[in-house]
């Protein structure tokens, strides 16, 4: 597959439905409901339900079992998986049920990100890279500690490893027992005071350096402080009470013996732990040099664009791959358990990754740790929030808005020219909760207009949005069911009708499907499109030179009404053309830089839609073919593009085309 999806995520922030708040103690045993079943191909809603309850009881009965405070595990779980328990399907780095138990020999992945698919990353056909070699996967005498925690646990609790991954009771107590070993092993008692248990919390998730390690508790102890309650995937309500004067002892962390990682140089935001691990840049045979380009911006060139991606790699993986100089770069690698980011590329620097070279030379690329294959894998919480972090950090220094039309999916770049889009990677797909993301940036999407505002906002309800899909752990083979932030696209207002279908990805007409990486008929929370009509619970948008049909029920909205600038065909235009890449006119090019084609993908603007507008940006190309960047050079032309959600992937359209006018008129 062309990018594994992150997946299950609630959208408990949401502003239509928030649910964390602090409450009181009382309130605790009162909050859990049905847990269920946990099998990931679960029969029905009434099939093994436990008892309502089931989940806090867990907690509640670990905590009297191995001494370790209630609010301690809640915590720590709540950062690993915000007590969800995935149906006992694994994280992207191998980490089973609330606890997030790790085992990757149990199911590690056999290709890193870029290593699978025909997708060039670098994306520049004036110098295309070289194919690189899949590494193997990582052997099981490797795989350090921190990804085997699940072994430990059934060694101190006695359970099995298949109880630990399958039985969310049996997983909280795995990971009390942990917690309670670590505890003794720091030489600290068993203490009722959760202020006692910051060492072995910080040592949980086995961070390598102080920075991670403290960091992860400090966010425990936040979330401890704040209080938490949410109802997880499987219907559990769950609650944490809030704790405001609590305080950790902090000096504790240095009972865990780690080492300091070198933060000298990288560009983050103090409340996340960051190392650099910079990417070579080095001359290698012939012409070619690697693995990515010295630039200078902002001066050089407006960084406009955060792109998102997972590696399908362990951390350790990928740190390998984006050392080597005939490889691909990006930016920022996330790890999963702790959160910690590592600088490869400073953002003055154009990394390659995005497969669109104008995008490349536009934007920042983070890879966030996963080697599991199935796109129904999940993220951790603390990845979630030190990426959000990252992501707010840098739309803030670099003058980036947050907002959909810059803060992109690696599935919403598009494709350079009508050959390169069958070959585009689809991470992080369509289980990444988007609207969770959003929230922890402090940017929730909520509506901007009324019912005629003549725009809306995609933003289905995570949890309770399920809708099939296939190919997660084998083709045609349908994926555990679980929420989703993406809507599926029909070509009139019925579930019977067909999909709309995506020229690019099919030349030949064929239909689009429910592939799990099928991104032809997907529209994802956050998007925005102009309304092409509105008939019962059914609303359609223009999308990919066609009017596509959504469900979007009055009683469950999968999205919410907008307000702002679209584009059309300027009068008299019956069609425009719509391109991958702004780049100039010829007559810009100097001599010695060879023209590039503008290569207007296959598709068709028509007149009488609109599309929603995003920045109007001037025509630019980068020339980098050599080693020495003083024979680099940025080309800008006369010609402006606008920035327009066309389809699941961004496209863009020449502003001598187009009139802007409000979604409303």
Request: with cysteine; charged share 20%; glycine share 10%.
């Amino acid at each position: 597959m062309r990018g594994s999806a992150p997946r299950p995520w609630t959208a408990a922030l949401r502003p239509r439905r928030r649910r964390r708040a602090a409450f009181s103690a009382a309130g605790v045993l009162a909050s859990a409901v049905l847990l269920l079943p946990l099998a990931p191909e679960a029969a029905t809603a009434t099939d093994r339900q436990p008892r309502s309850g089931a989940l806090q009881q867990a907690f509640a009965e670990a905590s009297r079992e191995y001494g370790v405070p209630q609010s301690v595990l809640l915590g720590v779980s709540y950062l690993q998986s915000r007590w969800d328990a995935h149906g006992g399907a694994p994280s992207v780095t191998g980490g089973y049920g609330p606890m997030h138990l790790t085992d990757a020999a149990h199911a590690l992945a056999e290709a890193p990100h870029h290593s699978d698919g025909r997708e060039d990353a670098r994306g520049d056909g004036a110098r295309p890279v070289p194919r690189s070699v899949r590494p193997a996967a990582l052997p099981a005498g490797e795989v350090p500690a921190r990804l085997r925690t699940l072994e430990r646990a059934a060694q101190v609790s006695g359970l099995s490893r298949e109880a630990l991954r399958r039985d969310p009771a049996a997983n909280v107590k795995g990971g009390a027992a942990l917690l309670a070993a670590a505890q003794k092993r720091l030489g600290l008692p068993l203490s009722e005071d959760p202020a006692d248990w910051y060492g072995a919390v910080a040592g949980y998730p086995g961070s390598s350096d102080t920075a991670s390690a403290a960091a992860f508790a400090r966010d425990v102890f936040d979330v401890m402080r704040s209080g938490e309650r949410r109802t997880t995937d499987a219907g559990q309500r769950v609650a944490l009470p809030r704790s405001p004067r609590l305080a950790g002892r902090t000096e504790q962390v240095r009972r865990l013996g780690l080492s300091a990682a070198p933060e000298e140089g990288t560009e983050c935001p103090r409340t996340v732990a960051c190392e650099a691990i910079p990417a070579p840049y080095e001359k290698l045979q012939g012409d070619n040099y690697g693995n990515h380009d010295l630039a200078d911006r902002p001066v050089s060139q407006k960084t406009e664009f955060i792109v998102i991606h997972d590696t399908e790699g362990s951390w350790e993986t990928t740190i390998k791959l984006v050392k080597d100089p005939a490889y691909v770069s990006w930016n920022y690698t996330v790890r999963s358990a702790d959160g910690h980011i590592a600088q490869h590329v400073p953002t003055k620097d154009v990394a390659w990754h995005a497969g669109n070279w104008y995008v490349n030379s536009k934007s920042v690329g983070i890879e966030h740790e996963g080697f599991l294959a199935q796109p129904d894998a999940w993220y951790t919480e603390e990845m979630y929030r030190t990426s959000a972090r990252l992501v707010r950090h840098l739309a803030q220094q670099l003058r980036i808005p947050l907002d959909r039309r810059h803060v992109l999916g690696h599935d919403n770049v598009p494709g350079t020219t009508p050959s390169t889009i069958r070959g585009m990677h689809t991470d992080p797909g369509p289980y990444w909760d988007w609207a969770h993301y959003f929230d922890l940036m402090g940017r929730p999407f909520h509506p901007t207009g009324g019912a005629s505002g003549g725009m809306v906002t995609i933003l289905p309800d995570y949890e309770e949005h399920q809708i099939a899909y296939t190919g997660c752990t084998s083709p045609a083979k349908p994926c555990a069911p679980h929420g989703s932030g993406a809507v599926r696209l029909h070509t009139a207002p019925s579930e019977k009708a067909p999909l709309v279908k995506d020229a690019g990805l099919r030349p030949d007409g064929s239909a689009t499907t429910i592939d799990v990486n099928d991104t032809g008929a997907r529209a994802s929370t956050g998007q925005q499109f102009a309304v092409a009509g509105r008939k019962g619970s059914w609303t359609a948008i223009w999308y990919l030179g066609q009017r596509a049909w959504f469900r979007n029920p009055w009683s469950q909205p999968t999205a919410v009404n907008a307000f702002g600038p679209v584009v059309t065909p300027k009068e008299g235009l019956e069609e425009i053309a719509v391109y991958g890449r702004a780049y100039p006119e010829a007559e810009a090019y100097p001599p010695g830089v060879p023209v590039q084609a503008l290569a207007p993908l296959p598709y068709k603007l028509l007149a009488g839609q609109a599309y929603a507008a995003g920045p109007r940006v001037r025509s630019e190309y980068l020339w980098a073919k050599t080693f020495d960047p003083a024979g680099h050079k940025v080309i800008r032309g006369k010609d402006a593009y606008y920035e327009i959600q066309f389809g699941h992937r961004v496209a863009f359209v020449k502003a001598s085309d187009v009139t802007v006018r409000p979604s409303n008129e």
